[in-house]
């Protein structure tokens, strides 16, 4: 079996940077697509007085995750010697992570371990 498609899911910890490498040599040597994919967790509920605050944080922690995803994206394209993709989603990440590498039927799926 040849792999073509490969998700590998990414937290920013240092197993997870382990893990895109290792995906990034993968797709090189097997000319596969790589797929980032990073999940953010949605913040619990909040009161009402703190929800306008928490918005603000909300978004500005999504806006850093998009450009550190960004960054690890292009480390791993640069790696790779391939194009790379990468998603944000929201949600559980095992479920979210899962999903996405069934619906885009991918091959193969690399995650780092703690």
């Known amino acids: 079996m040849i792999w073509k498609k490969i998700c590998c899911a990414v937290d920013f910890s240092e197993p997870s940077w382990l893990a895109m490498e ?3 040599d993968l797709a ?5 697509e790589l ?3 990073h999940v953010r967790v949605p913040p619990p509920p909040a ?3 703190v929800l306008v605050a928490s918005r603000g ?3 500005a922690e999504a806006q850093e995750r998009e450009e550190t995803l960004e960054v690890w994206r292009a480390d791993a394209q640069a790696r790779a010697g391939l194009p ?3 998603r944000v989603l929201l949600g559980d990440p095992a479920t979210e992570v899962g999903r996405f590498a069934r619906d885009e039927d991918c091959d193969v799926l ?3 371990t703690h």
């Open 22 to 24: 290792q995906a990034a």
């Open 28 to 32: 090189r040597q097997l000319r596969a």
């Open 35 to 37: 797929t980032l994919v």
């Open 110 to 112: 690399v995650v780092g």
């Open 47 to 49: 009161a009402s007085d």
């Open 57 to 59: 944080v909300a978004a």
């Open 84 to 86: 790379v993709r990468a």
